[in-house]
């Protein structure tokens, strides 16, 4: 296994293709500790390719900071990633600063392997989404996608906790997908799980989609082709306003026993939505 730990940035320059064929499943690790008071980001410039065409290669992103004036950031562009049954792991702490973790034009692929996206932020500043995914694609066979994100003292109301849109997809085979969005103390802006122009996701498992806001505002946000081989269920929490708004898209489950279950303790809002069992 290789790791590269660094202070500041990690970056991977336009063109760069790691191709490697190992007996014995590795574990490859990019580490922005982000200590030296520079910025830290672990960035992926335009056309970076890693495959596995061996043993299992799980790839793992993790950056964090710890002061003020300070970012931290995964960008991981357009990506793309074969791991022959590896884990693709992100861990973004983001303690002040800007960003989280963004795939753009991303190609994902694990396999048997898992896929997990984890944003924490405290105190940022972010244009879009603490996790943000667009026209990018993640895509296993029995393994698992997770994607989470955390915003705490957010510097501006203008951010979700996760973002998915223009045309990103997320498809397993066999696998479960979960998609969380939690903000604690924004009360106005986006919505803290948003999922629309033309995101589609399809599970062949089950498909749990949430989002908690701890103060007054908007939680769940569809506007998305959804699809689960299991139950596909989409929870809403907040203290006031729309706990989920679907406006259009579908979702749909295709197996005898699945249900579709849309829980909030709010208001449930369905705008030309398309509900199938």
Same mark, same amino acid.
């Given at each position: 296994?290789?790791?590269?730990?660094?202070?500041? !940035?990690?970056?991977?320059?336009?063109? =760069?293709?790691?191709?490697?064929?190992?007996?014995?499943?590795?574990?490859? =690790?990019?580490?922005?500790?982000?200590?030296?008071?520079?910025? #830290?980001?672990?960035?992926?410039?335009?056309?970076?390719?890693?495959?596995?065409?061996?043993?299992? *290669?799980?790839?793992?992103?993790?950056?964090?900071?710890?002061?003020?004036?300070?970012?931290?950031?995964?960008?991981?562009?357009?990506? $793309?990633?074969?791991?022959?049954?590896?884990?693709?792991?992100?861990?973004?702490?983001? +303690?002040?600063?800007?960003?989280?973790?963004?795939?753009?034009?991303?190609?994902?692929?694990?396999?048997?392997?898992?896929?997990? *996206?984890?944003?924490?932020?405290?105190?940022?500043?972010?244009?879009?989404?603490?996790?943000? *995914?667009?026209?990018?694609?993640?895509?296993?066979?029995?393994?698992?996608?997770?994607? #989470? %994100?955390?915003?705490?003292?957010?510097?501006?109301?203008?951010?979700?906790?996760?973002?998915?849109?223009?045309?990103?997809?997320?498809?397993?085979?066999? %696998?479960?997908?979960?998609?969380?969005?939690?903000?604690?103390?924004?009360?106005?802006?986006?919505?803290?799980? $948003?999922?629309? !122009?033309?995101?589609?996701?399809?599970?062949?498992?089950?498909?749990?989609? #949430?989002?908690?806001?701890?103060?007054?505002?908007? #939680?769940?946000?569809?506007?998305?082709?959804?699809?689960?081989?299991?139950?596909?269920?989409? +929870?809403?929490?907040? =203290?006031?306003?729309?706990?989920?708004?679907?406006? %259009?898209?579908?979702?749909?489950?295709?197996?005898?026993?699945?249900?579709?279950?849309?829980?909030?303790?709010?208001?449930?809002?369905?705008?030309?939505?398309?509900?199938?069992?």
């Amino acid at each position: 296994s290789v790791t590269l730990t660094a202070d500041s !940035d990690i970056t991977v320059n336009t063109g =760069t293709t790691i191709n490697i064929s190992p007996s014995n499943a590795v574990t490859l =690790t990019f580490e922005s500790k982000g200590t030296t008071g520079s910025p #830290s980001e672990t960035l992926f410039n335009p056309n970076v390719e890693i495959v596995s065409t061996g043993a299992p *290669l799980s790839l793992v992103v993790t950056m964090r900071t710890g002061s003020s004036a300070r970012t931290a950031q995964a960008v991981l562009g357009n990506l $793309k990633l074969t791991t022959n049954g590896g884990d693709f792991t992100v861990r973004g702490i983001v +303690t002040y600063g800007s960003n989280g973790i963004e795939l753009d034009g991303a190609a994902i692929n694990t396999g048997a392997g898992n896929i997990s *996206l984890t944003g924490d932020a405290n105190g940022a500043t972010v244009s879009t989404g603490i996790v943000h *995914l667009t026209n990018s694609s993640l895509t296993t066979t029995s393994g698992d996608v997770t994607i #989470s %994100g955390l915003v705490r003292n957010l510097n501006n109301n203008g951010a979700a906790a996760v973002l998915i849109e223009n045309g990103a997809s997320i498809q397993t085979s066999s %696998g479960n997908v979960s998609i969380s969005g939690h903000i604690r103390d924004s009360s106005t802006g986006d919505y803290v799980t $948003k999922i629309f !122009d033309g995101a589609t996701i399809q599970s062949g498992g089950t498909l749990s989609i #949430s989002g908690v806001r701890e103060v007054s505002g908007r #939680s769940v946000y569809l506007n998305a082709a959804l699809e689960s081989a299991g139950a596909l269920t989409v +929870t809403g929490t907040t =203290t006031n306003f729309t706990g989920i708004l679907i406006d %259009g898209g579908a979702l749909t489950t295709t197996a005898s026993a699945g249900d579709v279950l849309l829980t909030a303790n709010k208001r449930i809002a369905l705008d030309s939505a398309n509900v199938s069992i």
